[in-house]
């Protein structure tokens, strides 16, 4: 949060991080305040909204086409997709609506936001993991010892709880971590 710039009607919140889409939003830092600037911010804040949209329109249809289908619902590789495809959406949601520019009432919102932001994208990296691990499988262990069902449960277990784990630790030392300078 930016208590310079944050008044009593909204909060501003700024990112002073190399993550990935902070990288994207914030380039203030490298070009000023001139008009390059100005149109720089511009044209990366349009490719970045019309990106995420077909990203999200693409997702949607691929998990629109992943539960409509039985045939394709009974694979398990398919099952991961469709979790991969699920966290990359929320991924996604997450992002377009914590980079909103209007501000927020308050700060513990954008904690909010950078929270979900952090838990989305490792729960992400996690279901490609799993997805990974299962190509692993299915590819070089000849017998599959495990079945379905657990393999998909135990992979739910790893991607969408452990992302957990480090996201309640930052937010449990300090939850400034995802809102101030520090």
């Known amino acids: 949060m930016d208590s310079d710039e944050s008044t009593n009607e909204h909060t501003v919140c700024k990112c002073h991080h190399l993550t990935n889409f902070a990288i994207m939003m914030d380039l203030s830092y490298q070009l000023g305040h001139s008009s390059l600037a100005i149109e720089v911010e511009t044209a990366l804040s349009v490719v970045s909204y019309v990106g995420c949209a077909l990203s999200i329109i693409g997702l949607t249809l691929t998990l629109a086409a992943l539960l409509f289908f039985k045939k394709l619902r009974a694979s398990l590789l398919h099952q991961i997709h469709i979790q991969l495809c699920s966290a990359l959406l929320f991924m996604l949601v997450v992002f377009l609506l914590g980079t909103e520019r209007h501000g927020w009432k308050s700060q513990s919102v954008c904690a909010a ?70």
């Open 113 to 182: 936001f950078g929270a979900l932001l952090h838990y989305a994208i490792l729960a992400a990296f996690g279901w490609m993991g799993v997805e990974a691990f299962y190509m692993y499988k299915s590819l070089v262990q000849v017998f599959n010892s495990s079945s379905r069902k657990k393999f998909l449960l135990r992979g739910s277990v790893v991607a969408w709880g452990l992302p957990l784990i480090p996201v309640v630790i930052v937010a449990a030392i300090d939850s400034h971590h995802y809102t101030s300078e520090s």
